[in-house]
């Protein structure tokens, strides 16, 4: 008795390890939304530094002091998204479909939030 039951409980453990289609999917969905955040970040990385070239050659024709490039805004921006991801794809990579697309979208929330917040500062 003591041998099936724990022949029973090895494959139940290897079925649940293994990501099925659905679950991948979901993931590939949502990393799509998390990579147009991202390519956002990269946009606004080389569109703010051109801007503020810009407006620093005007600055100095007037004789007025330059505008820095806020580096570390652009760059935690920039890592937002895929570390979002991440946390999101770490916490429900064991748990159902459901809250892993929950967890999917509450990531893609906070980036959102998070991305206007520090677009407000630039």
Do not use: C, H, K
């Not at 979208?105 to 917040?117: I, K, R």
């Amino acid at each position: 008795m003591s041998e099936t039951a724990g022949t029973a409980s090895a494959p139940a453990v290897t079925a649940r390890t293994r990501r099925s289609w659905p679950s991948i999917t979901v993931a590939i969905v949502f990393a799509l939304f998390y990579a147009w955040d991202f390519f956002e970040a990269i946009t606004n990385l080389f569109g703010v530094v051109e801007l503020l070239d810009a407006r620093n050659e005007f600055l100095a024709d007037n004789d007025l002091a330059p505008v820095s490039v806020p580096w570390a805004t652009l760059i935690v921006n920039l890592l937002l998204p895929a570390t979002a991801f991440a946390i999101a794809w770490w916490i429900g990579r064991r748990r159902s479909l459901g809250v892993q697309a929950l967890l999917y979208l509450t990531g893609l929330a906070v980036v959102a939030a998070l991305t206007l917040s520090l677009t407000s500062l630039l």
